[in-house]
């Protein structure tokens, strides 16, 4: 939220030369919200430069979901699996998001 279109661009790049985009098997992507440079028309979209960064990679990419800084938004659990469909466009938890307590 805030900032530039450059900024994601670098961002991402950071990811791709840190070896994490090497590390994932696929991407979700916000809705980009009070960034200059992303509005409606501009160029490049999100996609874009998402598709840019990703470079060669075969990984399915979900766009424009309700994630991240601003409200609506859905809490993503980080270390989770997931089903990523991009083509059907869902996104399901493979298990458990927290764990139960174990008592004394």
Do not use: C, K
């Not at 601003?70 to 458990?96: C, H, I, K, Y």
């Amino acid at each position: 939220m805030g900032g530039h279109a450059s900024h994601v661009w670098s961002y991402l790049q950071v990811m791709r030369h840190s070896g994490i985009l090497d590390r994932i098997s696929g991407m979700v992507v916000g809705v980009p919200r009070e960034i200059a440079g992303l509005e409606p028309g501009a160029s490049p979209t999100l996609r874009e430069i998402a598709l840019d960064v990703l470079g060669d990679r075969d990984l399915p990419v979900l766009g424009n979901v309700d994630i991240g800084h601003a409200g609506p938004n859905l809490p993503m659990p980080v270390g989770v699996r997931v089903g990523l469909d991009a083509q059907r466009r869902t996104l399901a938890l493979l298990e458990p998001a927290v764990g139960r307590e174990v008592g004394p």
